[in-house]
Structure formats: structure tokens, C-alpha cells
């Protein structure tokens, strides 16, 4: 499994290595230029920006920002409405920081894929997931809540399936009548669309 790109934002947010990614301080390299950006960490703060800028400054609009914070900000923030895709508490173990981001490593979902592929053949599964695609560039432009809680049933189902574990979640969610996750859904959505891209 290739490592991941992991940018780190703020003072003082990893001083150790997590398995599957390649990490580096922006504060030091701020402009990822022509390095893909696979997820962000961001240490909150009193000056912390909001998850748009850092995506605006990485050209990734879908890119995963995860919070590192306290406990009580993580129970007291709506942090989902603010535009985090995770939390994680401060001081994390690096077992715990690798279950967060690994929703968002991309080759995990691949290797799901390919192990279906050996099951159901290439050609059924290919078919599958380009209609999944296009299911997911449907729920990722909608805008109407009512269409997109009737399109999220079948997307958290067929997510789950694929081994989109974390697009999965939150679409049930939203199923469920969570609309106030529907951004952060949205995003998901544009992530796995890249996933699928990147099968070639």
C-alpha cells in the first residue's frame, strides 16, 4: 500500500510517524505545489482558518480536513456544520490517528475493489462502480433536500458494498434525516468520484 500525502496545519501537531502516510508541516512547505493532497490535520486554535481556506490553498475542494482538539471542543463544536470531516482528540495515540484518517486513504477502497472483482469478474464490478459514479456526481450537485434524502438510501447502501466505508456513514445519516450533514456528505461523495477515477 503506497503512503498517503497527510499536510499538517498549526503548531505542534505530529511528532510521529502514522502508517500509510507521507506527512509534511505546512507551516514550513505552505504550497503544495503539484504534490497531491490526500487529507489535512489541523490543530485548533484561537487563529485556526476555516476548512474552505486550506482547501482553496490546496486546490482541493473535496480534501478531508480532520481536527486535532481537546475533548470539550470536540463535544461542544458542531464541528461536522464547520467543515471538519473528523476529530480527533489531542494527544491521540498514533493507532487512534491512523483510525481516523483511514477512511480517507484512498487505496484501502481500491483494494476492496479489486478483491471484488476477483469474486464477481472485472467486467460487473467495472459496471457497477461507473453507475455508482454517476450516482455520486448527481448526490454531490443536488441541492434540494428531499431529492438528496431520497438518492441517500441507495448510496449508503451501495457505499458500504464498495468499501466507501466513511461515504457510506454519512449518507445513512443523511437518509436518516441528518440534512445538516449534507456538505460534509457532499464532499465525501467528490472524494470517492476520485477514488474511482484513479482505478485507470
Known amino acids: 500500500m503506497k503512503k498517503h500525502q497527510l499536510m499538517l496545519v498549526g503548531p505542534h501537531v ?24 490526500d487529507a489535512a490535520l489541523v490543530a485548533i486554535t484561537r487563529d485556526t482558518s476555516p476548512p474552505a481556506c486550506l ?9 478531508p480536513v480532520l481536527a486535532l482538539a481537546p ?34 486513504h484512498r487505496d484501502a477502497t481500491l483494494e476492496t475493489l479489486a478483491r471484488l472483482e476477483a ?13 455508482f459514479g454517476a450516482m455520486l456526481a448527481t448526490v454531490r450537485d443536488e441541492r434540494d433536500p428531499a431529492a438528496l434524502a431520497d438518492m441517500a438510501h441507495r448510496v449508503a447502501g451501495i457505499a458500504g458494498t464498495l468499501g466507501f466505508a466513511a461515504l457510506g456513514r454519512l449518507w ?9 450533514l449534507a456538505d460534509s456528505a457532499r464532499r465525501a461523495a467528490a472524494h470517492a468520484i476520485g477514488t474511482i477515477a484513479r482505478r485507470g
Open 172 to 180: 445513512l445519516r443523511v437518509s436518516q434525516g441528518e440534512i445538516k
Open 55 to 63: 482547501r482553496a490553498l490546496a486546490d482541493a475542494p473535496s480534501l
Open 119 to 131: 469474486s464477481f469478474g472485472i467486467a460487473e464490478v467495472t459496471s457497477l462502480v461507473e453507475r
Open 71 to 104: 475533548d470539550d471542543w470536540i463535544k461542544r463544536k458542531d464541528w461536522r456544520v464547520l467543515g471538519y470531516d473528523g476529530a480527533v482528540a489531542t494527544g491521540a495515540s498514533v493507532d487512534a490517528l491512523a483510525d481516523a484518517l483511514a477512511d480517507w
Open 14 to 37: 505530529l511528532t510521529t510517524s502514522i502508517a500509510g502516510w507521507q506527512v509534511w508541516d505546512c507551516a514550513s512547505d505552505p504550497v503544495p505545489s503539484g504534490r497531491q493532497v
